[in-house]
Structure formats: structure tokens, C-alpha cells
T-cell receptor, first 112, second 114 residues
Framework: EDQVTQSPEALRLQEGESSSLNCSYT??????LFWYRQDPGKGPEFLFT???AGEEKEKERLKATLTKKESFLHITAPKPEDSATYLC?????????????FGTGTRLKVLA | GAGVSQTPSNKVTEKGKYVELRCDPI?????LYWYRQSLGQGPEFLIY????????DSGLPNDRFFAVRPEGSVSTLKIQRTERGDSAVYLC????????????FGPGTRLTVL
């Protein structure tokens, strides 16, 4: 069964304390892996798309990497404004149909 | 440019009533998606439109849920005989072309069924 698992469920960091969020997946026919940021009461905001193992993308303090089984979202020297829920989603292809499966997210709190 | 918009932002209804939720995608996006998100969970896929047709409605939970996109732009999600378990945030997303493209989300409609 196609599955996406994110860990940890919640993470508290001090400002400037770097860390990584994990997204592990078991899907057939991976077409892409997506990272989103979601603030309370808002829709997910697109961050990155990764398509193949070894690929990396960076944006400000965030860097996303992809292997054949998991993706990491590295946060370098986070600031309080980075506090949000980070969602991972994978797009899988099976017999010509596509599925877009989200993980349950990691709730990040960065303390000043 | 304008992003995906959804109306209303909040909807409170009574059990058994009918509701309609509206989504305006990004201009020029041919693909449109509906998701449902419960508290503490990731979005759950409901239905995907390519143009005017529903290309995949496998996520609709039962026949009380229906969605249309008659002119290939605005979409309406319709829920009949609402139940308390339908309470959630309903998210709409659009993408430029095929389902492989990045999806951009609206702010969601929070539905509360009393």
C-alpha cells in the first residue's frame, strides 16, 4: 500500500538550532515528491518539488534532499517565523493513474 | 498574480442540510483538485478535474459528495445531507497542466456541521 510517513510529529527548536525533518515513503512509480509549508488557518504553501534520487533544492534557510526511500527538509539556523507545519506529499503513478498522497506533517516551533 | 481563492472561508450548517463550496483556480490552470483536511492530518484527496471533466473521483467518500466544473475554470463541491463527520477544512488546488505539475492551494473553507 502506498504510504507517506513524516517524523517527528512535532519539533521545538531554539532560534539558530539547525535540524532536519524526515519524510519516508513507500509508493509504486514515484513521479515527484513535494514539500509544503502550512500556517494555521491557511492552505499549504508550495516550497519544493524533487523528482529523482540525489536531487537537492534550496530556498533561504531550507534545503530539501531526496533518496530512493526518503526525503529530508533541512532547516539551517531557523528563526521564529519558520514556525509552521511542514507537509510532504508524493505523487505516484500506477497503471496510468496518478495518486497524490500527503503525510500528516511535522509541526515545527522555533523559540526566540 | 492572483492565487487560488475559495468561498466561503467558513461555513456552519446543520446536520442534514445541503452545502456548496466554491473554488476559483489560478487563471490558465487546467487541472483542479479538491482535498479534505481534518485537524492534525494531511490533506486527503477527493477529486481531480482536467478541464471540465472529473478525471479521478476515487477519493469522494460516498454519493453525498459531488463536484462540478462546467466551464473548466470555477469548481463547486456539493455535499448533500451533511453529517457531523463531514466537518473539516476543504482545500482546493490547481496546477498548470497535467497531474504531474506542482499544485497550488487555496486558503480552504472550514465546514462545521452542527
Amino acid at each position: 500500500e502506498d504510504q507517506v510517513t513524516q517524523s517527528p510529529e512535532a519539533l521545538r527548536l531554539q532560534e539558530g538550532e539547525s535540524s532536519s525533518l524526515n519524510c519516508s515513503y513507500t509508493v509504486s512509480g514515484l513521479r515527484g515528491l513535494f514539500w509544503y509549508r502550512q500556517d494555521p488557518g491557511k492552505g499549504p504553501e508550495f516550497l519544493f518539488t524533487l523528482y529523482s534520487a540525489g536531487e537537492e533544492k534550496e530556498k533561504e534557510r531550507l534545503k530539501a534532499t531526496l533518496t530512493k526511500k526518503e526525503s529530508f527538509l533541512h532547516i539551517t539556523a531557523p528563526k521564529p517565523e519558520d514556525s509552521a507545519t511542514y507537509l510532504c506529499a508524493v505523487q505516484a503513478s500506477t497503471s496510468g493513474t496518478y495518486k497524490y498522497i500527503f503525510g500528516t506533517g511535522t509541526r515545527l516551533k522555533v523559540l526566540a | 498574480g492572483a492565487g487560488v481563492s475559495q468561498t466561503p472561508s467558513n461555513k456552519v450548517t446543520e446536520k442534514g442540510k445541503y452545502v456548496e463550496l466554491r473554488c476559483d483556480p489560478i487563471s490558465g490552470h487546467t487541472a483542479l483538485y479538491w482535498y479534505r483536511q481534518s485537524l492534525g492530518q494531511g490533506p486527503e484527496f477527493l477529486i481531480y478535474f482536467q478541464g471540465t471533466g472529473a478525471a479521478d473521483d476515487s477519493g469522494l467518500p460516498n454519493d453525498r459528495f459531488f463536484a462540478v466544473r462546467p466551464e473548466g475554470s470555477v469548481s463547486t463541491l456539493k455535499i448533500q445531507r451533511t453529517e457531523r463527520g463531514d466537518s473539516a477544512v476543504y482545500l482546493c488546488a490547481s496546477s498548470l497542466g497535467t497531474r504531474g505539475d506542482t499544485q497550488y492551494f487555496g486558503p480552504g473553507t472550514r465546514l462545521t456541521v452542527l
